[in-house]
């Protein structure tokens, strides 16, 4: 029989050590555990602070006893390896533990135990957790603002559609591929854009639409015929032609007047709001930003003087200016420089100032990718001949992006992040509803799970995002 | 004039107030190989990178088969696409495969058919021994291979001239004879080449002139034999006896 020291836990005696240290932690959770869920304090008959420590000193002796190294057996050696390497990192993670075991039984009980969700009042909320009825009943509005609840199927559909399109990719075929990204940057935001300028907010513009919608099929099918050559060409030019023909020439007003066709209920953007509004706001951000943001780099970069310094100047005025009073200028200094009978719809005004402002951030940091390149990508890009655009497109561009995924990735979450702002301007995506339900007389007092819920909401969100970026970087991912 | 393919007169280089290249007069006939040698520092590589423009000159004139490089640039990516350049540190598009590589400014500049191009680059990559790596990444390759496949990523534009700015000093030892056979059967298929290297050994074998700088001046210009039997400066000599 070795001699045990308990100083100095060795393999000799690995099962006494085990057992020993394992019922001290077990035991120090244990009482950790029944403290908080059953609110029993078993070692109460200790003096006042030796009973509060004395689970975290059970537990540091226990994890003491079993830190053996290359003991054979697996798990051990994965928890000694992970969490008990030293007595600081043990007394680390004990910590940890009970403070998540001390947090569960509150967060429980507000959540789920103590929270209501039945009935369609706030006299069914008498418990001390959540009201999530609130929630329910606000539910229609938190998504669709005040959008009218008749027209909502607009919303829903033009959202399952877009959803569907935008998934294309994943079915295409091997010979499509090649097109996928023309569809992806041209014609799908130009769907996109007649989807929800025109669909949902119905009107007599809503035969615009319809002209839209058909013109884009129109051309897409034939768009299969045309040579690739000539493909880029194709699709800025045949959709707009085939619109403005459809519109002007086929379908005149008159028809419209006879009463051949009823238009959707017209829905001014005031009204849009809720989550909606949110995906609406953050879509077309992201698509206008980008390319606003990737030329304001490269032309900051440029050797001409006149586009060098307008980039530098459009950069920092951006930057330097905070969102909010970009938004509330865009809403009431902007219209003043307009021709007074020239209007521009708020939201449209709101998409362009967040575009413009977010567009600074993207560009400075895509401007990062392009200074990480080695100059020698240049000089063998230059050596084979190829000119600026060229060598920008086919070299310098898709190295630099790659690098900055994470970079772009963080500008696009801050980007969805800030569209609560656009309450200023009387625009109410979710948060702002939030702000307007807890106001109502009926339902006051229910802060706390409406900015849960938002919280939630965006944390699926942006995590989504954070998520499909981090592929995209795997995805993109060669050698160097 | 007619096989004169470069012809610099009097060219003056500064990069800000230090001159590095001083009065370099050079001219160089069609299928010739030049091998250009000195201390680092000396203007070796700043002279070839102002042949196909990568730097710009102040003062002289520089002419390429018979355009002088202004600062035109619709001009210089004519020129650029017939004057192939091999770098110290390879320069391969990291994103691209060696195929792609390849194929990329043929495609692009030349707007040469893929099948065409792919055509011409397997053919080219067989010459210098790597076909077999073709769908691979540059990171995916050694240094010697990835040089050779910057070898023929220049030669797929079907270049005039070839310019090396020390293709082997970036290798090690065992790679440097791949690159340095790859230059070898180029310079015997006729390629007009100026080589920019530290290789005597390469300079004596196909070579058919050396010169030698120092301090941004072209010191001495001979025949190869002529210039490794019986150098004329002292500068050269002391270059020499150091070297081999």
């Given amino acids: ?480 | 004039m007619s096989d004169k393919i470069i012809q610099i007169t009097e060219m003056n280089k500064w990069f800000g107030d230090f001159q590095v290249l001083k009065n370099i007069n050079l001219e160089v006939e069609k299928n010739k190989k030049i091998v250009v040698c000195g201390p680092s520092g000396s203007g070796k590589s700043t002279l070839i990178r102002c042949i196909n423009r990568l730097e710009e000159h102040q003062q002289g004139s520089i002419i390429v088969d018979g355009n002088e490089l202004t600062e035109d640039t619709k001009d210089i990516e004519k020129i650029r696409a017939e004057v192939g350049m091999v770098f110290q540190q390879f320069n391969l598009f990291p994103h691209l495969s060696i195929l792609d590589n390849c194929t990329l400014a043929p495609i692009w500049v030349k707007k040469m058919p893929k099948k065409e191009a792919e055509d011409l680059a397997l053919q080219h990559l067989e010459k210098v021994q790597i076909a077999d790596q073709a769908n691979k990444y540059p990171g995916q390759l050694s240094g010697g291979q990835q040089q050779r496949c910057a070898i023929a990523r220049a030669l797929c534009m079907e270049p005039k001239i070839m310019l090396f700015d020390e293709p082997t000093s970036a290798l090690d030892p065992e790679m440097i004879k791949e690159v340095l056979d790859a230059m070898v059967n180029l310079a015997k298929a006729g390629m007009t080449m100026i080589v920019v290297t530290h290789e005597m050994g390469f300079a004596k074998e196909v070579a058919d002139e050396v010169i030698f700088m120092d301090e941004g001046m072209i010191v001495e210009r001979a025949e190869t034999k002529e210039f490794f039997a019986n150098p004329k400066s002292d500068r050269t000599k002391l270059f020499l006896s150091q070297i081999l």
Avoid at chain 1, 81 to 92: R, V
Avoid at chain 1, 237 to 249: G, Q, R
Avoid at chain 1, 330 to 352: A, N, Q, T, W, Y
């Fill in chain 1, 1 to 480: 029989m070795n001699k045990l020291n308990f100083l100095q836990p060795d393999k000799n005696n690995l099962n006494t050590y085990l057992y020993t240290g394992t019922i001290l932690v077990a035991l120090s959770i244990f009482i950790v555990f029944i403290n908080s869920f059953f609110k029993k304090d078993l070692i109460s008959f200790l003096p006042g602070s030796i009973s509060f420590f004395l689970p975290l000193i059970l537990g540091f002796i226990g994890l003491h006893l079993i830190r053996i190294d290359y003991s054979g057996l697996k798990f051990l050696d994965s928890i000694n390896k992970n969490i008990n390497t030293n007595n600081f990192n043990a007394f680390l993670s004990l910590l940890i533990v009970f403070v998540v075991i001390k947090s569960l039984p509150p967060l429980l009980s507000w959540f789920i135990i103590d929270a209501n969700i039945a009935g369609d009042s706030k006299d069914v909320c008498t418990g001390s957790g959540a009201c999530w009825t609130y929630i329910k009943i606000w539910f229609n509005r938190f998504m669709y603002g005040m959008y009218p609840n008749a027209e909502q199927w607009r919303i829903n559909l033009s959202f399952i559609a877009l959803a569907f399109l935008g998934t294309i990719g994943f079915f295409a075929t091997e010979k499509f591929k090649k097109y996928l990204t023309l569809y992806y940057v041209v014609v799908y935001p130009i769907i996109a854009f007649f989807f929800i300028f025109f669909f949902i907010s119905g009107g007599p513009i809503f035969f615009d639409f319809s002209y839209g919608i058909i013109a884009a099929v129109i051309s897409i099918i034939i768009g299969f015929l045309i040579p690739s050559k000539f493909k880029m060409y194709y699709f800025i030019i045949v959709p707009i032609t085939l619109y403005i023909l459809l519109k002007y020439v086929f379908f005149y007003e008159e028809l419209i007047e006879l009463g051949k066709l009823e238009a959707l209920e017209w829905v001014e953007t005031g009204a849009w709001g809720g989550l909606s509004l949110t995906f609406i706001v953050s879509f077309f951000c992201l698509i206008f930003c980008f390319p606003i943001g990737l030329f304001l780099s490269l032309g900051r970069r440029s050797d001409f003087p006149i586009i060098k310094y307008f980039s530098i100047g459009m950069i920092e005025f951006w930057r330097g200016v905070p969102l909010i009073t970009v938004l509330f200028m865009s809403s009431v200094m902007f219209p003043m420089f307009l021709p007074e009978d020239m209007f521009i719809d708020k939201l449209v005004r709101v998409i362009i100032a967040i575009s413009l402002f977010e567009a600074a951030y993207v560009a400075e940091v895509i401007r990062g990718g392009l200074q990480a390149l080695p100059r020698g990508q240049y000089d063998a890009a230059k050596s084979l001949g190829m000119g600026y655009w060229k060598m920008h497109i086919l070299v310098i561009l898709p190295q630099a992006l790659k690098l900055v995924i994470p970079g772009i990735a963080n500008t696009f979450l801050a980007l969805v992040k800030d569209t609560p702002l656009i309450f200023v301007v009387g625009l109410l995506e979710i948060v702002g509803m939030l702000n307007l339900a807890k106001t109502n007389p009926e339902w006051l007092g229910f802060a706390m799970e409406g900015y849960v819920f938002a919280s939630v909401l965006f944390f699926i969100i942006c995590y989504a995002m954070s998520k499909y970026s981090y592929n995209l970087e795997q995805k993109y991912k060669t050698e160097r």
